[in-house]
Nanobody, 115 residues
Framework: QVQLVESGGGLVQTGGSLRLSCAAS????????MAWYRQAPGKQRELVAA???????SYADSVKGRFTISRDNAKNTVYLQMNSLKPEDTAVYYC?????????WGKGTLVTVSS
């Protein structure tokens, strides 16, 4: 069993910054990909950013240049640094890890950007 625990969400003004963290624990030998998704009210969940075990990254076009995903493999932790936040970034952010043929999700952390 694998558990994912996110932290770092909150309320921030337009243009502000937040840093999300997600720590994985449990029966883990090696994590390959880690990712952040988000779901805004009334919208489908969407991929925000992903990072492979070697460090290669990918981003949604809407966050390129503003968000940075990183990871600490020794701590099985993935981070999402969010800068220049906009009201449209308001959503619940979920950590995602595919592992051993299963999909693991965190419970989510709410990010609210006020205008």
């Amino acid at each position: 069993q694998v558990q994912l625990v996110e932290s770092g969400g909150g309320l921030v003004q337009t243009g502000g910054s937040l840093r999300l963290s997600c720590a994985a624990s449990g029966s883990i030998f090696r994590i390959n990909a880690m990712a952040w998704y988000r779901q805004a009210p009334g919208k489908q969940r969407e991929l925000v950013a992903a990072i492979a075990s070697g460090g290669s990254t990918s981003y949604a076009d809407s966050v390129k240049g503003r968000f940075t995903i990183s990871r600490d493999n020794a701590k099985n932790t993935v981070y999402l640094q969010m800068n220049s936040l906009k009201p449209e970034d308001t959503a619940v952010y979920y950590c995602y890890v595919p592992l051993y043929g299963m999909d693991y999700w965190g419970k989510g952390t709410l990010v609210t950007v006020s205008s």
